[in-house]
C-alpha cells in the first residue's frame, strides 16, 4: 500500500523539454512549470485508481489491475490500452509516446517518464 495517498509535486526536472516533445502547447506548458500538480493513489492489493489533477483543472483518473490489460487515457484525453507491471516495487507502463514509472523512494513518489533521449522526473511529498 506504499502507493496510496495524496501526493504534491515538490520538484520536476526536463518539464519543458518533454512537453514540448509531446506537442503540448507553450501556454500549457507555462501554466504546468511551477503547478504543484495533486496524485491521489488508492490501492487495494494490485488495485489501483490513480487520479490527477492538471494546471488545465482536469482531472484524469486511470484504473488498473497489476499485469492485466487495461483501458487508459492520457492528458490529451487519448485513449489506449496498457499493462501495468510491477519490478522491483516500481510500477512501470507504456504510454503511446513514452515510457512512464512510479515509485516511493525516502517517503517521496518518484515518477519518471522518458520518450527517447528526454526525461522527465517529477518528485511529490504526501500531504
Given amino acids: 500500500m506504499a502507493f496510496a495517498g495524496k501526493w504534491e509535486t515538490e520538484s520536476q526536472e526536463g518539464y519543458d523539454e518533454f512537453c514540448k516533445?509531446?506537442?503540448?502547447?507553450?501556454?500549457?506548458?507555462?501554466?504546468?512549470?511551477?503547478?504543484k500538480l495533486i496524485t491521489e493513489v488508492v490501492q487495494n492489493?494490485?488495485?489501483?485508481?490513480?487520479?490527477?489533477?492538471?494546471?488545465?483543472?482536469?482531472?484524469?483518473?486511470?484504473?488498473?489491475?497489476?499485469?492485466?490489460?487495461?483501458d487508459?487515457?492520457?492528458?490529451?484525453?487519448k485513449k489506449f490500452k496498457a499493462t501495468v507491471t510491477m519490478e522491483g516495487g516500481k510500477l512501470s507502463t507504456k504510454f503511446p509516446n513514452y515510457r512512464h514509472t512510479s515509485e516511493?523512494?525516502?517517503?517521496?513518489?518518484?515518477?519518471t517518464s522518458i520518450a527517447g533521449s528526454v526525461m522527465l522526473k517529477r518528485t511529490s511529498k504526501k500531504i
Fill in 72 to 77: 487508459m487515457e492520457t492528458i490529451g484525453g
Fill in 45 to 70: 492489493g494490485n488495485e489501483f485508481s490513480w487520479s490527477q489533477l492538471y494546471p488545465t483543472n482536469k482531472t484524469i483518473s486511470n484504473k488498473f489491475v497489476i499485469d492485466q490489460e487495461c
Fill in 104 to 111: 516511493i523512494s525516502g517517503g517521496k513518489l518518484i515518477e
Fill in 21 to 35: 516533445l509531446l506537442g503540448i502547447p507553450d501556454d500549457i506548458i507555462e501554466k504546468g512549470r511551477d503547478y
